[in-house]
């Protein structure tokens, strides 16, 4: 998970921004749950040429100190490396290997020109070297890369667009295969706008639309307030 660097700050409408660039630069529509080992291991070429997703076994996937890594990144050239067990996991459709492949792509598009090796440990250690005093971690992950990789490959399998058409979090972790905990983040976080469009539906009672409808169409002008999807029914 948490490797850790301070990344120049990308905004969280410029990080939903560059994930849904990825699905519409390759024509993948919103709704579709996306297969992030097809698209690693053909599609994403079109968008980073040179790309290849390599498998290790998990033996070779240990840092120097030991630690089991999942996967990690590198821009030159441009890999993914990861685990076996979690490469078939992905092929599985398992949540958290998903997420781990999304999480790389997310340090591919984003922070190009550095080398992220994932260790678990890192931001303990970092937490260490700065003493007891230090900025609390959850500070100190906010500013690195890790959190901006994490929400990219959140974007990225849970589009907002399509999230919003979901009623909750249950649907949303079953429709686009990411853990529980992920999908109540974004249920979460895209519960305002889905307020906000389900609220425009409901304010008016059929007949006043029906009325609007009708007097938009003789007197050849346009409610405001009358929502799109009402004047083509
Ligand atoms: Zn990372």
């Known amino acids: 998970m948490a490797s850790d660097f301070i990344a120049s700050k990308i905004s969280i409408k410029e990080l939903s921004k ?27 070429v079109r968008l980073i040429p040179n790309f290849r997703l390599l498998v290790m076994p998990d033996s070779e996937m240990l840092s120097d100190d030991g630690h089991f890594q999942e996967a990690y990144a590198t821009f030159d050239p441009p890999r993914i490396v990861v685990a076996n067990s979690i490469y078939i996991a992905a092929n599985e459709s398992e949540p958290h290997a998903r997420m781990v492949l999304a999480h790389e792509l997310g340090h591919l598009m984003l922070h190009n020109g550095r080398i992220v090796r994932e260790k678990a440990h890192n931001l303990a250690t970092e937490a260490k070297k700065r003493g007891a005093y230090g900025p609390p971690l959850h500070n100190l992950k906010s500013r690195t890369g890790e959190s901006q990789a994490s929400k990219f490959a959140a974007f990225l399998l849970a589009p907002t667009n399509a999230c919003v058409s979901l009623t909750s979090a249950n649907e949303i972790a079953e429709k686009f295969q990411i853990s529980l905990r992920s999908a109540e983040i974004r249920f979460t976080e895209t519960d305002p706008l889905r307020r906000r469009l389900s609220g425009q539906r409901r304010k008016l009672p059929s007949a006043v639309l029906a009325f609007m409808r009708e007097q938009e169409v003789r007197n050849r002008f346009k409610f405001k307030s009358l929502p799109e999807d009402h004047r083509r029914a």
Not at 18 to 44: H, K, M, Q, W
């Open 18 to 44: 560059r994930a849904g660039e990825v699905r519409t630069n390759l024509s993948i529509s919103d709704d579709v749950t996306l297969d992030i080992i097809n698209l690693l291991e053909f599609d994403i």
